[in-house]
């Protein structure tokens, strides 16, 4: 069974950077991720924190990655 999500955090004058994500015993992964403005005269960063279920997948089968527009992809087998 595949589990893939998606979210765009980002934009043209946002960049976004995975902070971490770790994954517990009980299955449950945690993504951090930090939004700033490219600009230095935009407001400061935001911290966002997302967290899946993913009771039943190995954490070695989960990959988390975040592009340079912003996109947060996570896939697990």
Known sequence: QEFRREYFLGGP????????????AA???RVD???????????PSNSHVLTFDLQGY???NVNVRINEKGLLKINAQ
């Open 13 to 24: 004058h946002h960049e976004c950077r995975l902070v971490r994500n770790t994954m517990d």
């Open 27 to 29: 299955g449950r992964l």
């Open 33 to 43: 991720v930090e939004v700033r403005p490219r600009s230095e005269n935009s407001l």
């Open 58 to 60: 190995q954490p070695k």
